[in-house]
T-cell receptor, first 108, second 114 residues
Framework: KNEVEQSPQNLTAQEGEFITINCSYS?????LHWLQQHPGGGIVSLFM???GKKKHGRLIATINIQEKHSSLHITASHPRDSAVYIC??????????FGEGTQLTVNP | DAEITQSPRHKITETGRQVTLACHQT?????MFWYRQDLGHGLRLIHY???????NKGEVSDGYSVSRSNTEDLPLTLESAASSQTSVYFC?????????????FGPGTRLTVL
């Protein structure tokens, strides 16, 4: 079993829909990261959080440390949100352990 | 603007050849990382460095080596390339070990070993 599990693996939505991507992990962590990988391959960091909730534009990330679970929400989804979303956890120092990613496709 | 670059972006090589992938960052970050990305797996850590002359093995280090002679560069060497090393390679850097320490990723190198 992977230390970081994401669900779903693939998600197709219609423009405007509310989207949720889930991440569960099995180890104690100091922080959790959500990353976005564009179709061209570039990877950018969206959020880092260790408790509670963070919001940036239409993106919201939450984490429940007791349940070892995090969710990434996208409100009013748009085709430009189509990408792979990756959850990663930091347990020791600066090293990250990554989930396999969720491929999101938003159709117009 | 500070950035992290990788070269080459695409490389085709033959089994048994030595290959070096370059990673250069101008953030002046202490920490640098090499990952590989394959279908069915998340990004997996190959090697990492917390500063000049420091190198450490990650979870998939067999067949790879790195050296850190300055802050800006962490080249990744495949001593004798194997077909199993066909992958997309990402370099990343981060400033330190603080709680909210963000990693910045390079654009990736697609390596094909024939």
């Amino acid at each position: 079993k992977n230390e970081v599990e994401q669900s779903p693996q693939n998600l197709t939505a219609q423009e405007g829909e509310f989207i949720t991507i889930n991440c569960s992990y099995s180890v104690g962590i100091s922080a959790l990261h959500w990353l976005q990988q564009h179709p061209g391959g570039g990877i950018v960091s969206l959020f880092m959080l260790s408790s509670g909730k963070k919001k940036h534009g239409r993106l919201i990330a939450t984490i429940n440390i007791q349940e070892k679970h995090s969710s990434l929400h996208i409100t009013a989804s748009h085709p430009r949100d189509s990408a792979v979303y990756i959850c990663a956890v930091r347990a020791y120092g600066s090293r990250l352990t990554f989930g396999e990613g969720t491929q999101l496709t938003v159709n117009p | 603007d500070a950035e992290i670059t990788q070269s080459p972006r695409h490389k085709i090589t033959e089994t048994g050849r030595q290959v070096t992938l370059a990673c250069h960052q101008t953030w002046n970050h202490n920490n640098m990382f090499w990952y590989r990305q394959d279908l069915g797996h998340g990004l997996r850590l190959i090697h990492y460095s917390y500063g000049v002359h420091d190198t450490n093995k990650g979870e998939v280090s067999d067949g790879y080596s790195v050296s850190r002679s300055n802050t800006e560069d962490l080249p990744l060497t495949l001593e004798s390339a194997a077909s199993s090393q066909t992958s997309v390679y990402f370099c990343a850097s981060s400033e330190g070990t603080g709680l909210y320490n963000e990693q910045f990723f390079g654009p990736g190198t697609r390596l094909t070993v024939l």
